[in-house]
């Protein structure tokens, strides 16, 4: 399943596949794949993401 809330939330604050990557310590592709739905991060991971973007686990990975 698609990851729009991530994606969204990257876009709210202005930031690219490639900077949130370089922030949180993986590939481009990576975040790409998280967004597509295509690879399940790590739970290390996805803190990584929600501490850049200011988001809770839930509000960007859980339903």
């Known amino acids: 399943m698609k990851n729009l809330r991530l994606k969204s939330a990257r876009a709210a604050l202005d930031i690219s596949?490639?900077?949130l990557a370089e922030m949180v310590g993986v590939s481009?592709?990576?975040?790409?794949a998280i967004e597509k739905g295509?690879?399940?991060p790590t739970i290390n991971l996805c803190i990584s993401i929600?501490?850049?973007?200011?988001k809770t686990l839930d509000e960007l990975f859980w339903d």
């Open 17 to 19: 596949q490639q900077q």
């Open 28 to 32: 481009r592709q990576t975040i790409s």
């Open 38 to 40: 295509d690879y399940n």
């Open 50 to 54: 929600c501490k850049v973007l200011g």
